[in-house]
């Protein structure tokens, strides 16, 4: 089965920092765009950066700009994303996903986020 | 950018139709065919079910359809089944070529 498996998730204080993971299970993520996406405790879903197959594209949704980085490594068929700076209200579950076309085929099955002193 | 607008819930019995709806501007929803929609059970990641308005991904029931007029797209689900309980997001392209989503609507069967 095709599968997207994030790490890195967990406990950080504010202003601190962390780096998220995302990994391909018999899928290559060299071929896709590549996305982030978080959800907050009882909340909606926020779209939160994408990447483009060569690393040459980025974009941000405005909220963390400045503070986070997404980042690919084909060789490793990873995908990462450097938060930063972080605040409470990036407590979120953070999924990596396929992006084609501004739709998100293929999602991992999220990997927690809390910012708590 | 605020997100798009989706009454937080719906309901239905099992067998009937029902159509959320799914509210922009015409920066987003209603300047591009990019809209698309998510199904999220509890405690799962989020599942594509209708893009670039009422295209199927491969898999998805033809229980569920999409539209669009103006500023407002649609997902209709017929013949409602206890399973389609869920959570469900709108999302389209922006002017900026980010993406944004819908605030949710609680199915509830």
């Known amino acids: 089965e095709v599968q997207l498996v994030e790490s890195g998730g967990g406990l950080v204080q504010p202003g601190g920092s962390l780096r998220l993971s995302c990994t391909g299970s018999?899928?290559?993520?060299?071929?896709?765009?590549m996305g982030w996406v978080r959800q907050a405790p009882g909340k909606g879903l926020e779209w939160v950066a994408r990447?483009?197959?060569?690393?040459?594209?980025?974009l941000y949704v405005d909220s963390v700009k400045g503070r986070f980085t997404i980042s690919r490594d084909h060789a490793r068929n990873s995908l990462y994303l450097q938060m930063g700076s972080l605040r409470a209200d990036d407590t979120a579950v953070y999924y990596c996903a396929t992006e084609a076309w501004w739709r998100m085929d293929v999602w991992g099955q999220g990997t927690t986020v809390t910012v708590s002193s | 950018q605020s997100a798009l607008t989706q009454f937080p819930s719906a309901s239905g019995s099992p067998g009937q139709l029902v159509t959320i709806s799914c509210t922009g501007t015409s920066s987003d929803v209603g300047a591009y065919n990019s809209v698309s929609w998510y199904q999220q059970h509890p405690g799962k990641a989020p599942k594509l079910i209708i893009y670039e308005v009422s295209q199927r991904p491969s898999g998805v029931s033809d229980r569920f359809s999409g539209s669009k007029s103006g500023n407002t797209a649609s997902l209709t689900v017929s013949g409602l089944q206890a399973e389609d309980e869920a959570n469900y997001y709108c999302s389209s392209r922006t002017g900026s070529g980010n993406v944004i989503f819908g605030g949710g609507t609680k199915l509830t069967v």
């Open positions: 018999r899928f290559t993520l060299a071929e896709h765009y």
């Open positions: 990447i483009n197959r060569d690393s040459s594209e980025k």
